[in-house]
């Protein structure tokens, strides 16, 4: 098993040490940019965070040689498919039909901004060129640098690629603990080579591939510490001063439901609440994105279970309302396709971005807090109110804004009264202006809504 680690092991032992002893001559220049980093500014976070921000939708992207079994990504490894079976799969892995532009298109249809690939999941695998291990894509049948093609792609139709990366590597000789049922003998493993070896794979990312965001996962296991973590983020920042890095490179995601909750062990710029949404904070100085599934495996698997349109576009706006990103993900078949019934719900919910994105790019969530009928976002001078659930056959009342509504509109056609009183703004839209998906009025004001403090609704 050592001996897939490129090159012959003596030597591959010579690379990493090499890497270590670069990363110990390093050590000035990176206490360097962990001051660096730890004097950053809110405002100078805020206007690196600004794209991200703004964009409010991408898609993530699980995707290996596992798709060949249907079976979870690093998950499966060790259980519902064997060790020796699951490590080999890659031997088989010949995505012919892969085709990086109608990826892109296909996102960017979709109304996203940006892709995350797994380039290196639990199983440790990689999606990518690395010199570092022959357990890699070029070493497949296919032959050929997915990252690259998706990242070029990403390129050339104005998206931003991005690449996710496991600290867990289960199938790496010198990675402690192991994973379900591996009975190799640890005696001779050291997990300091592994994080040099790991250190050698995210430089090569950042410098080859450029992502602008790096997407963590696997810190909950007990050999990574908060230690390794601020390390890494210092290195990855020195690389490149504009990289966005998730929460999950610490040892403590400390996001609560979502959020970004202070924590000497947190690493990272946002919080990543998995398969839910995220808190509403209102303070619009707490970055997250929530993830989750297209089905409910995050690789592909046969027949899996596919949200409905309203489940996507209710994920999509209300992450938004709640002043969080939103990224949906798909598992690309063994083929290399993204199944056809996911492709045609990905184009619906684009069909609707396309006539009402403007009421979630660039937004940010409030000024009302999230009801049970929906959520509000705002910019500029505007405030969109999303009904996404109708309380009965009556109308909904707003707090009052300090802020007079100079206009108003029914995004989604119809009509909309709005009627300023006493107790609030009362908004009365008739039966037939209702839609199922989401109702969304849009009401302007004579200044700024993003000066307008978080209010409570009915």
């Known amino acids: 098993m050592r001996l897939a680690y490129a090159f012959p092991a003596r030597l591959f032992g010579f690379v990493l040490w090499l890497l270590a002893s670069a990363c110990t001559a390093a050590d000035t220049a990176m206490q360097t940019a962990n001051a660096a980093v730890a004097v950053e500014t809110p405002a100078e976070k805020a206007e690196r965070m600004r794209w991200w921000t703004a964009a409010r939708f991408g898609m993530f992207i699980h995707w290996g040689p596992v798709s060949l079994k249907g079976t979870e990504i690093g998950w499966s490894r060790g259980r519902e498919v064997s060790i020796p079976v699951y490590d080999n799969l890659y031997k088989e892995f010949n995505p012919t039909k892969f085709d990086a532009r109608e990826y892109i298109t296909l996102a960017k249809e979709t109304g996203m901004k940006y892709i995350t690939l797994t380039t290196k999941h639990h199983d440790g695998f990689s999606m990518f060129a690395t010199k570092l291990s022959d357990y890699n894509v070029m070493h497949t049948p296919f032959k050929r640098d997915i990252a690259r093609e998706l990242a070029d792609e990403c390129r050339r139709q104005g998206l931003r690629f991005c690449a996710y990366y496991s600290i867990i590597d289960w199938h790496h000789p010198d990675y402690l603990p192991r994973g379900a049922g591996d009975k190799r003998p640890v005696k001779d493993d050291d997990f300091e080579r592994y994080c040099a070896f790991m250190k050698g794979q995210l430089r090569e990312l950042v410098e080859n591939y450029h992502p602008a965001v790096l997407w963590f996962d696997g810190e909950w296991e007990n050999h990574w510490t908060a230690e390794r ?203 037939a202006s209702r839609q199922a998906l989401d109702t969304i009025i849009e009401l302007r004001l004579d200044g700024s809504a993003l000066d307008i403090p978080v209010l409570g609704t009915r």
């Not at 890494?232 to 995601?253: C, E, F, S, V, W």
């Not at 969530?365 to 109110?385: H, L, M, N, R």
């Not at 119809?414 to 008739?430: A, F």
């Open 229 to 431: 973590g601020r390390d890494i983020y210092a290195m990855l920042r020195q690389i490149d001063p504009t990289l966005i890095i998730n929460n999950r490179l610490g040892k403590h995601r400390a996001f609560g439901h979502g959020g970004m909750t202070p924590a000497e062990s947190t690493v990272g710029d946002f919080g990543t609440p998995e398969q839910e949404t995220g808190r509403f904070y209102g303070d619009r100085s707490t970055y997250w994105e929530s993830n989750m599934t297209i089905c409910h495996q995050w690789a592909w698997k046969p027949n899996d279970q596919l949200k409905s349109l309203k489940e996507c576009v209710d994920l999509l706006v209300t992450n938004a309302g709640y002043d969080g990103n939103f990224m949906l993900n798909v598992g690309p078949m063994p083929d290399g396709r993204i199944e056809p019934r996911q492709v045609e719900r990905l184009r619906e919910i684009g069909r609707w971005m396309k006539q009402y994105g403007d009421s979630v790019y660039g937004t940010r969530g409030g000024p009302f807090q999230p009801a049970k009928w929906g959520v509000s976002t705002c910019k500029d001078d505007k405030i969109f109110v999303h009904v996404l659930r109708w309380p009965g056959d009556g109308p909904i009342t707003l707090p009052s804004v300090a802020r007079k509504i100079v206009g108003s509109r029914l995004l989604t056609s119809g009509e909309v009264e709005v009627k300023p009183t006493e107790p609030g703004i009362v908004l009365t839209i008739p039966q």
